[in-house]
């Protein structure tokens, strides 16, 4: 078995159209807001400034809904504390898109005067932003992308979740030490009694699938390697390049991530757990687009366009760019692939329907 890893570029870098594609990562916003509200009202004065760190903010406009809860109530709450806001993301991010919105019509520049904003560039896996500085830390479906691209053999699957013995167990490594690294470096830059927020996706047990987990999502990574199988069956790509292609994504369940903070003792000192839970999201919980279910053709866009907007960049780089020699020969290779992966979702509607579970951690610094 061929079980290599290699690290190489970003898989998350250059998202298409998000904010017309974000619509899930929105509606996991919203439900955030009463919750942080309550944790500002909670905290004691911050000293001399109150500084929001979204992590993995993405260029769009759902990091902006994200902190705008927050600012409101930290002006209810601390009226003379001057706010900052920081945006936090890799560098490949659309920074010039997010920082027009922020001061445009819907961003919070308008809300109050004098609120500072500022861009951390870099990995949230290494420290992006001062000692004890952060008050309030949000990362909002950001934290499941792995520190790095993975391509082992994992014949039969695109994504961890149904993903066998050593290949699984290998990954499975990987997104524990990478939710550990994640946790001990927002653990220096939180300081003493600030709180971390982080809703993603999550996986449920389930005992009917392979590895016992259901993980949100599985109809559309499914959906993903049937269309990538029928263009390596006509030759148009490499059975290999696609049997060890894999998203380097883990959704973990409550347990997973509860299990590494208690087990690290550095964890466990640094923060008091005051939520860990997988739910159903309230709404559309078993398919994101079920509004357009009636109309095949605008279903199947959704979906097409959803996955683009996470997966284009991972699918050029990893999967489609290895079986091409040019860069036109790639766009041909992906439009093929959209077209394909559209109808399919034309013809099978929502036996590929993505459901979607929340992950919500909630820690305090201690
Ligand atoms: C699906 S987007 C979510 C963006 C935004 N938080 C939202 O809710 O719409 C995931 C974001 O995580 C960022 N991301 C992934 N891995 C990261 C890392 N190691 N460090 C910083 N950001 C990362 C990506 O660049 C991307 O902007």
């Not at 504390?81 to 308008?110: A, K, R």
């Not at 020969?329 to 929502?350: G, I, K, Q, S, W």
């Amino acid at each position: 078995m061929k079980n290599k890893k290699k690290q190489s570029g970003k898989p998350t870098e250059g998202m298409l159209d998000y904010n017309k594609n974000s619509s899930a990562q929105l509606q996991l916003v919203r439900l955030l807001s009463p919750l942080v509200r309550e944790l500002v009202h909670s905290m004691d004065p911050q000293g001399i400034e109150f500084k929001i760190v979204d992590y993995g903010c993405g260029p769009g406009i759902n990091s902006i809904e994200m902190v705008k809860p927050v600012i409101e109530a930290c002006l209810e709450k601390f009226s003379d504390t001057p706010i900052v806001v920081c945006h936090s993301d890799q560098v490949g991010n659309d920074w010039n898109t997010l920082f027009e919105l922020v001061s445009g019509p819907d961003g919070y520049v308008q809300i109050a005067k004098g609120i500072r904003t500022e861009a951390a560039i870099g990995s949230f896996y290494d420290q992006v932003t001062s000692p004890e500085s952060v008050s309030l830390g949000t990362c909002i479906f950001a934290s499941h992308w792995l520190s790095q691209a993975i391509q082992l053999d994992s014949a039969g699957t695109v994504w961890f979740a149904d993903l066998q013995s050593d290949a699984r167990r290998i990954v499975d490594r990987i997104a524990q030490r990478d939710w550990t690294q994640f946790l001990l470096q927002r653990a220096l830059e939180i300081r003493a009694g600030g709180y971390l927020v982080v809703g993603t996706l999550g996986s449920v047990p389930d005992t009917s699938e392979k590895n016992g987990i259901a993980a949100s999502g599985r109809g559309i990574y499914r959906a993903i390697y049937v269309v990538a199988q029928t263009m390596a069956d006509e030759g148009l790509i490499s059975s290999e390049s696609l049997e060890t292609f894999l998203f380097s994504l883990w959704f973990m369940t409550a347990d997973e991530a509860r299990h590494a903070i208690v087990k690290n003792t550095k964890l466990a000192a640094a923060y008091e757990i005051c939520r860990i839970s997988v739910e159903p999201a309230p709404i559309k919980t078993n398919d994101i687009f079920e509004d357009y279910i009636e109309v095949p053709g605008t279903y199947a866009q959704k979906y097409v366009g959803y996955i683009r907007a996470f997966g284009d960049s991972t699918l050029r780089t990893h999967l489609f760019g290895p079986n091409c020699g040019s860069s036109e020969l790639l766009d041909t290779l992906m439009a093929e692939f959209y077209n394909r992966l559209t109808h399919l979702y034309e013809v099978e509607t929502n036996k590929y329907a993505c459901e979607v579970w929340h992950l919500v951690v909630v820690l305090r610094r201690k």
